[in-house]
T-cell receptor, first 113, second 113 residues
Framework: DAGVTQSPTHLIKTRGQHVTLRCSPI?????VSWYQQVLGQGPQFIFQ???????GRGNFPDRFSARQFPNYSSELNVNALLLGDSALYLC????????????FGDGTRLSIL | GDSVTQMEGPVTLSEEAFLTINCTYT??????LFWYVQYPGEGLQLLLK?????DKGSNKGFEATYRKETTSFHLEKGSVQVSDSAVYFC????????????FGAGTRLAVHP
């Protein structure tokens, strides 16, 4: 079975631009979460979506937004990119909304110039 | 708020040596605890988990026991291999109705032949 898939794998943007990252969960998983991993640090929680509704939000500015589609895939959008947004963005899926192990994709490496 | 503290790396060992990576946590209630591993250029893979006090998670020769009295979840392996070289993250699943993982900063392990 396919794992969590993310696209693109790498992306280079300039300050002020916007970006859309995509994630397809494991088949049957209804929950998708997004994390930001800055180089040398642990991942930081951005959002969780379950059944197309936002269930949790981390301490990120409103420039970050996300949505989940009827097929449970998800998009993360970031507007007005800053140099500090350079990071590995990880998507994770799980069966349910709470307490289930999360399975991660390989991430999208976003570089801001 | 909830947090996870891991021993700083890098940890450098010879093949077949004993491994311990310390992890302590601060949390309200009794969260689930996880160890994830990240190989170069990849996302996070779930290594093992424990959901309640005194549970022992194990996988691929790695073990960790949920110690409520010391709020710890130390990772151990009796005999490491070169292929175990990676970054290891301790994490807790924050309670509250959604699936938010809080990660430690990660510990890099390098195993030499």
């Amino acid at each position: 079975d396919a794992g969590v898939t993310q696209s693109p794998t790498h992306l280079i943007k300039t300050r002020g631009q916007h970006v859309t990252l995509r994630c397809s969960p494991i088949s049957g998983h209804k929950s998708v979460s997004w994390y930001q991993q800055v180089l040398g640090q642990g991942p930081q929680f951005i959002f969780q979506y379950y059944e197309k509704e936002e269930r949790g939000r981390g301490n990120f500015p409103d420039r970050f937004s996300a949505r989940q589609f009827p097929n449970y895939s998800s998009e993360l959008n970031v507007n007005a990119l800053l140099l500090g947004d350079s990071a590995l963005y990880l998507c994770a899926s799980s069966l349910a909304s709470d307490g289930q192990p999360q399975h991660f994709g390989d991430g999208t490496r976003l570089s801001i110039l | 708020g909830d947090s996870v503290t891991q021993m700083e790396g890098p940890v450098t060992l010879s093949e077949e040596a004993f491994l311990t990576i310390n992890c302590t946590y601060t949390a309200t209630g009794y969260p689930s605890l996880f160890w994830y591993v990240q190989y170069p250029g990849e996302g996070l893979q779930l290594l093992l988990k424990a959901t309640k006090a005194d549970d022992k998670g194990s996988n691929k020769g790695f073990e960790a026991t949920y110690r409520k009295e010391t709020t710890s979840f130390h990772l151990e392996k009796g005999s490491v291999q070169v292929s175990d070289s990676a970054v290891y993250f301790c994490a807790l699943s924050s309670l509250g109705g959604y699936n938010k993982l809080i990660f430690g900063a990660g510990t890099r392990l390098a195993v030499h032949p």
